[in-house]
C-alpha cells in the first residue's frame, strides 16, 4: 500500500469513527473490525479497495496486500445479471445504503453467494468519498433454503394432486391448510367448512377424544366412516377418515428458548360413496324383505288384536246378561245354561286367537344415524311413491348428534307416516302431490318434519287418529299410528299434528338425542 493509499484509509476510518458514541476510540473500533466475522472493506468513490479485514481474506482468498488497490469488481461473476449491478450503483451513488445478493468469485477461480450490504460515507459536504462493504457467504444457507422451498412445493403438488381430502386443522377445528379436493367438497356440499361436519361425527364415535374442552397431542383415529346427507334430496355421500397428530415448533421470537408448540391434526377423507352404494343397494334389498315380513307380521298382529277387541265387546255383555237370568230364573235355566256355553266356547276362541298373535320381535337398541332412517323409509316406499306419482323432497340437517334407540321399530314408525301421508294423497281428483320431509337438530332433540299436499286432518279428528283400531273411510292418518306414537314413546319422543298448517298435513316428530332406551 502506499503512503497515498494508507492516508486515504485512515481518512476514511476517520470519517466512520467520527460516528461512534464517546468512549470508543479508533483503536477499539479498529480491533473491533479486524476481530468481526463479516467481511469488511472499504472502497473509494469509484470502488478502488482501500481496507479488508481479516475474515474478508477467509471468504473472498484474497490476502490484504493482494486485495488493496484494485477494484471490487474482482469478486464479480458473470452469473451475476448486469442490472443487479446497475440498481446497486444507482442507489449508493446517491448515498442510500444497499443490501443484497450476489454471485461472487473467490481468488482460485470459485463462487459462492455473498449477502452484502453497503453503506456510503460521506464528507461534511454530503458527497459520497468511501463506501463501506460488510458481506457473508450464504451458499450453504441458500442450498438449505431452496430445499424447504424444493420439498414445500413439491409437498404441496402431492397434496394437491392427491385423489382424497386433505386438511390441516387447528385445536379448535379451523381449517389452516387444505387441498383442491376439500376445497371441490365445499363447493359440492354448499358449506363453508365441511371439516367441522366431519370431525361432529367422528368425535361422536370416539372414546378419549378432548381434554377440557380442546384435542390432545395425541388425538388420532383411522378409518372411521362418516355419512353426510345433503340437502335438495342428493344422495347421501360416504367418507373414511383418518387423523393424526402434527406438532409445530412456536417461531416466535419468545419461544426462543421457552420450546413452546403448536398442535395440529392432519385429517384425511377418503370418499367411498361408491362402495358404500352398492352395499347399501344390497342392505336395503335386505331390509325390504324383512320390513315386508314384519309388516305382513305387523298386520296380522293388528288384525287378530282387532278382531280379540271386537269379540270381547259381545262376550262381556252375553256374560252381563248371563248374570242376570241366573239371578232371575236361577243356574239350571236352559237359557242360562246354553248361553253359558256360548260364553265358554267364544272365550276359548279368543284364547285361541290371542295365542295366534304373533310376538313382537325384539330388537336390541344401539346408536342411531337417524338420516339413514329416513332415507331408508323413503327407499321403502319407493314403488308406491312413484306409483302415486308423488314429488319427494328431502332436506335433511347434513349432520345429526346420533340418537340411542331401535333402528327397526323407528323405521316402521317413519314408514308408516309416509304410507298414511301417501293414502291421503291418493284420494281420487287429487291433484297436488307432494312430499316434504326435513331433519334437524333442536336442542337436544333431533326434530323430524313431514309435511303432505294431501286434504289434511280434519280438528276433530287429529287426536282421534292416535287412538288403537281408529279407521275412516277417506283417512288420511288412521290404523297403526298407534303402534307410531307408541314407538316415538318408547325413545322418550312425542307425534304430532301441526293444527296451525292451513293446508294439507304436518307431522312433527320429536327423539330426545339423550334419552336411554
Same mark, same amino acid.
Given at each position: 500500500?502506499?503512503?497515498?493509499?494508507?492516508?486515504?484509509?485512515?481518512?476514511a476510518a476517520q470519517r466512520i469513527v467520527e460516528g461512534l458514541p464517546s468512549g470508543i476510540d479508533a483503536g477499539v473500533f479498529q480491533h473491533t473490525v479486524n476481530q468481526a466475522d463479516v467481511a469488511i472493506s472499504i472502497t473509494?468513490?469509484?470502488?478502488?479497495?482501500?481496507?479488508?479485514?481479516?475474515?474478508?481474506?477467509?471468504?473472498?482468498?484474497?490476502? *490484504?496486500?493482494?486485495?488493496? =488497490?484494485?477494484?471490487?469488481?474482482?469478486?464479480?461473476?458473470?452469473?451475476?445479471?448486469?442490472?443487479?449491478?446497475?440498481?446497486?450503483?444507482?442507489?449508493?451513488?446517491?448515498?442510500?445504503?444497499?443490501?443484497?445478493?450476489?454471485?461472487?468469485?473467490?481468488?482460485?477461480?470459485?463462487?459462492? &453467494? *455473498?449477502?452484502?450490504?453497503?453503506?456510503?460515507?460521506?464528507?461534511?459536504?454530503?458527497?459520497?468519498?468511501?463506501?463501506?462493504?460488510?458481506?457473508?457467504?450464504?451458499?450453504?444457507?441458500?442450498?438449505?433454503?431452496?430445499?424447504?422451498?424444493?420439498?414445500?412445493?413439491?409437498?404441496?403438488?402431492?397434496?394437491?394432486?392427491?385423489?382424497?381430502?386433505?386438511?390441516?386443522?387447528?385445536?379448535?377445528?379451523?381449517?389452516?391448510?387444505?387441498?383442491?379436493?376439500?376445497?371441490?367438497?365445499?363447493?359440492?356440499? !354448499?358449506?363453508?367448512?365441511?371439516?367441522?361436519?366431519?370431525?361432529?361425527?367422528?368425535?361422536? =364415535?370416539?372414546?378419549?377424544?378432548?381434554?377440557?374442552?380442546?384435542?390432545?397431542? !395425541?388425538?388420532?383415529?383411522?378409518?372411521?366412516?362418516?355419512?353426510?346427507? $345433503?340437502?335438495? !334430496?342428493?344422495?347421501?355421500?360416504?367418507?373414511?377418515?383418518?387423523?393424526?397428530?402434527?406438532?409445530?415448533?412456536?417461531?416466535?421470537?419468545?419461544?426462543?428458548?421457552?420450546?413452546?408448540?403448536?398442535?395440529?391434526? &392432519?385429517?384425511?377423507?377418503?370418499?367411498?360413496?361408491?362402495?358404500?352404494?352398492?352395499?347399501?343397494?344390497?342392505?336395503?334389498?335386505?331390509?325390504?324383505?324383512?320390513?315386508?315380513?314384519?309388516?305382513?307380521?305387523?298386520?296380522?298382529?293388528?288384525?287378530?288384536?282387532?278382531?280379540?277387541?271386537?269379540?270381547?265387546?259381545?262376550?262381556?255383555?252375553?256374560?252381563?246378561?248371563?248374570?242376570?237370568?241366573?239371578?232371575?230364573?236361577?243356574?239350571?235355566?236352559?237359557?242360562?245354561?246354553?248361553?253359558?256355553?256360548?260364553?265358554?266356547?267364544?272365550?276359548?276362541?279368543?284364547?285361541?286367537?290371542?295365542?295366534?298373535?304373533?310376538?313382537?320381535?325384539?330388537?336390541?337398541?344401539?346408536?342411531?344415524?337417524?338420516?339413514?332412517?329416513?332415507?331408508?323409509?323413503?327407499?321403502?316406499?319407493?314403488?308406491?311413491?312413484?306409483?302415486?306419482?308423488?314429488?319427494?323432497?328431502?332436506?335433511?340437517?347434513?349432520?345429526?348428534?346420533?340418537?340411542?334407540?331401535?333402528?327397526?321399530?323407528?323405521?316402521?314408525?317413519?314408514?308408516?307416516?309416509?304410507?298414511?301421508?301417501?293414502?291421503?294423497?291418493?284420494?281420487?281428483?287429487?291433484?297436488?302431490?307432494?312430499?316434504?320431509?326435513?331433519?334437524?337438530?333442536?336442542?337436544?332433540?333431533?326434530?323430524?318434519?313431514?309435511?303432505?299436499?294431501?286434504?289434511?286432518? $280434519?280438528?276433530?279428528?287429529?287426536?282421534?287418529?292416535?287412538? $288403537?283400531?281408529?279407521?275412516?273411510?277417506?283417512?288420511?292418518?288412521?290404523?297403526?299410528? *298407534?303402534?307410531?306414537?307408541?314407538?316415538?314413546?318408547?325413545?322418550?319422543?312425542?307425534?304430532?299434528?301441526?293444527?296451525?298448517? *292451513?293446508?294439507?298435513?304436518?307431522?312433527?316428530?320429536?327423539?330426545?338425542?339423550?334419552?336411554?332406551?
Amino acid at each position: 500500500m502506499t503512503k497515498k493509499q494508507r492516508q486515504t484509509v485512515v481518512e476514511a476510518a476517520q470519517r466512520i469513527v467520527e460516528g461512534l458514541p464517546s468512549g470508543i476510540d479508533a483503536g477499539v473500533f479498529q480491533h473491533t473490525v479486524n476481530q468481526a466475522d463479516v467481511a469488511i472493506s472499504i472502497t473509494d468513490a469509484q470502488g478502488d479497495i482501500l481496507y479488508v479485514n481479516p475474515a474478508f481474506t477467509r471468504v473472498t482468498g484474497y490476502a *490484504a496486500d493482494e486485495a488493496i =488497490g484494485r477494484n471490487e469488481s474482482m469478486l464479480s461473476h458473470k452469473t451475476t445479471p448486469p442490472e443487479v449491478y446497475q440498481s446497486m450503483w444507482q442507489k449508493i451513488s446517491r448515498g442510500e445504503a444497499w443490501s443484497g445478493r450476489l454471485i461472487n468469485r473467490r481468488s482460485d477461480g470459485s463462487q459462492y &453467494l *455473498a449477502e452484502l450490504n453497503i453503506s456510503p460515507v460521506v464528507n461534511v459536504a454530503g458527497e459520497v468519498v468511501n463506501f463501506l462493504g460488510m458481506h457473508r457467504d450464504v451458499t450453504a444457507l441458500h442450498r438449505l433454503e431452496s430445499q424447504v422451498e424444493y420439498q414445500k412445493a413439491l409437498i404441496e403438488s402431492v397434496v394437491d394432486a392427491a385423489p382424497v381430502v386433505i386438511a390441516l386443522l387447528d385445536v379448535d377445528d379451523r381449517v389452516v391448510l387444505d387441498n383442491h379436493e376439500y376445497k371441490k367438497l365445499q363447493a359440492d356440499l !354448499g358449506m363453508v367448512e365441511p371439516a367441522m361436519l366431519l370431525m361432529t361425527s367422528i368425535r361422536a =364415535g370416539l372414546e378419549a377424544v378432548a381434554v377440557n374442552g380442546r384435542r390432545s397431542s !395425541g388425538y388420532a383415529f383411522l378409518g372411521r366412516e362418516v355419512r353426510l346427507d $345433503p340437502d335438495g !334430496g342428493k344422495p347421501p355421500r360416504w367418507f373414511s377418515c383418518s387423523g393424526s397428530c402434527v406438532r409445530e415448533d412456536d417461531d416466535a421470537t419468545d419461544a426462543f428458548f421457552a420450546g413452546t408448540s403448536r398442535d395440529y391434526l &392432519l385429517l384425511v377423507a377418503m370418499e367411498i360413496t361408491s362402495l358404500r352404494a352398492q352395499q347399501e343397494k344390497v342392505r336395503v334389498a335386505d331390509l325390504q324383505a324383512a320390513m315386508a315380513e314384519e309388516d305382513r307380521a305387523s298386520a296380522l298382529r293388528e288384525s287378530l288384536s282387532a278382531a280379540t277387541f271386537r269379540l270381547e265387546g259381545p262376550l262381556n255383555m252375553m256374560a252381563s246378561v248371563v248374570g242376570m237370568l241366573s239371578r232371575r230364573s236361577g243356574e239350571s235355566d236352559p237359557m242360562v245354561l246354553a248361553l253359558s256355553d256360548a260364553i265358554s266356547v267364544g272365550q276359548n276362541a279368543l284364547t285361541e286367537l290371542r295365542a295366534m298373535i304373533p310376538a313382537e320381535t325384539r330388537e336390541s337398541a344401539g346408536s342411531i344415524n337417524v338420516n339413514e332412517i329416513l332415507r331408508d323409509s323413503l327407499d321403502l316406499a319407493t314403488g308406491r311413491l312413484l306409483a302415486a306419482g308423488i314429488t319427494v323432497t328431502w332436506k335433511p340437517q347434513a349432520m345429526l348428534p346420533t340418537l340411542n334407540g331401535y333402528p327397526n321399530k323407528l323405521r316402521s314408525m317413519f314408514k308408516a307416516l309416509i304410507d298414511n301421508a301417501i293414502e291421503a294423497m291418493s284420494a281420487r281428483g287429487w291433484r297436488e302431490r307432494e312430499l316434504l320431509m326435513i331433519s334437524r337438530a333442536r336442542q337436544e332433540n333431533i326434530e323430524v318434519l313431514i309435511e303432505d299436499s294431501g286434504p289434511g286432518v $280434519p280438528p276433530e279428528q287429529q287426536l282421534k287418529v292416535f287412538e $288403537p283400531f281408529y279407521t275412516t273411510k277417506h283417512r288420511h292418518l288412521g290404523t297403526g299410528l *298407534a303402534a307410531a306414537q307408541q314407538v316415538a314413546a318408547d325413545h322418550g319422543g312425542t307425534i304430532e299434528i301441526d293444527p296451525h298448517q *292451513a293446508t294439507g298435513c304436518l307431522v312433527r316428530v320429536m327423539l330426545p338425542v339423550k334419552h336411554r332406551s
